[in-house]
């Protein structure tokens, strides 16, 4: 049972465009939601969280944006660049309960020069 | 402060062979957790531990074996390795997730081949 999705495995945007990565969840326990990236060979990074008081996280060139109602969060990088490309992970955990990080299974994202 | 390292970075295994994969962290978190990645299957949770002496199954702890002696070391055990094993293994430590703004920190990986 994947209580974590990331449906679009792969995603190509030209250089100063945006990129919108989507994730969703299934377990209503989870409150808690961060953003991993991967580079090849290397582990992952912890990118941007949201807590689900929140609708939105702002930082910088990344923006989390959080629908409860709809158990859904999105990724959002303005403008993109070719460093950009890698893995990213979606990953939700709880404040009550659920003391451990459920990751999905990432969007390759590459960002074309 | 070299944060999560794990040991080693590659190994190739016999089936039936045994092995331990090390982790140490320095950041003093009372949270460790053992990750496998298959591809395309994302980051599976094998198995977590709260604090010393205390572990719990993840999401596929099946063929796999914990212990936590100290606050900075979770060493995972594999018995009688088969070619299902055969995957990247990423440790990671964190604070009590229960607090908000809290992440986890990765190690670099240890890339498991079972032939």
């Known amino acids: 049972d994947q209580q974590v999705k990331q449906n679009s495995p792969s995603l190509s945007v030209q250089e100063g465009r945006i990129s919108i990565l989507n994730c969703d969840y299934t377990?209503?326990?989870?409150?808690?939601f961060l953003w991993y990236k991967k580079y090849p060979a290397e582990g992952p990074t912890f990118l941007i969280s949201i807590s689900s008081i929140k609708d939105k996280n702002e930082d910088g060139r990344f923006t989390v944006f959080l629908n409860k109602s709809a158990k859904h969060l999105s990724l959002h990088i303005v403008p993109s660049q070719p460093g950009d490309s890698a893995v990213y992970f979606c990953a939700a955990s709880g404040t009550s309960g659920t003391y451990k990080y459920i990751f999905g299974t990432g969007t390759r994202l590459k960002v074309l020069a | 402060n070299a944060g999560v390292t794990q040991t080693p970075k590659f190994r190739i295994l016999k089936i039936g062979q045994s092995m331990t994969l090390q982790c140490a962290q320095d950041?003093?978190?009372?949270?460790m957790y053992w990750y496998r990645q298959d591809p395309g299957m994302g980051l599976k949770l094998i198995y977590y531990?709260?604090?010393?002496?205390?572990?719990d199954k993840g999401e596929v702890p099946n063929g796999y074996n914990v212990s936590r002696s100290t606050t900075e070391d979770f060493p995972l055990r594999l018995e009688l390795a088969a070619p299902s094993q055969t995957s990247v293994y990423f440790c990671?430590?964190?604070?009590?997730?229960?607090?908000?703004?809290?992440?986890?920190?990765f190690g670099q990986g240890t890339r498991l081949t079972v032939v």
């Open positions: 950041m003093n978190h009372n949270y």
């Open positions: 990671a430590s964190s604070y009590s997730p229960g607090n908000v703004d809290t992440e986890a920190f």
């Open positions: 531990s709260v604090g010393a002496g205390i572990t």
């Open positions: 377990n209503s326990m989870f409150d808690y």
